[in-house]
Nanobody, 115 residues
Framework: QVRLVESGGGLVQPGGSLRLSCAAS????????RGWYRQAPGKQRELVAR???????NYADSVRGRFTISRDNAKDTVYLQMNSLKPEDTAVYYC?????????WGQGTQVTVSS
């Protein structure tokens, strides 16, 4: 089992920055994908960014160039640095860890971009 705890959300003005953190505990040795997803009110959950075991990353078109996903293996933590935030980035952000046959999700952290 894997437990994920997100932090770092909050209220920020357009153009501002936030860094989300996702701390993992439990059985993470075979985890091969770590990612961030988001869900805005009335919309489906969508991929924001993910990082594979090889270090390869990919991003949603809407955030490429503004967001950066990274990980600290020593701390079992994955980060999402969000710059140049826009009102349309407002959503609950979820951390997801995946391995063959299993997905693990955090409880989510709210990000609100508003003036």
């Amino acid at each position: 089992q894997v437990r994920l705890v997100e932090s770092g959300g909050g209220l920020v003005q357009p153009g501002g920055s936030l860094r989300l953190s996702c701390a993992a505990s439990g059985s993470i040795l075979s985890i091969n994908t770590r990612g961030w997803y988001r869900q805005a009110p009335g919309k489906q959950r969508e991929l924001v960014a993910r990082i594979f075991g090889s270090g390869t990353t990919n991003y949603a078109d809407s955030v490429r160039g503004r967001f950066t996903i990274s990980r600290d293996n020593a701390k079992d933590t994955v980060y999402l640095q969000m710059n140049s935030l826009k009102p349309e980035d407002t959503a609950v952000y979820y951390c997801r860890y995946g391995r063959n046959g299993a997905d693990y999700w955090g409880q989510g952290t709210q990000v609100t971009v508003s003036s």
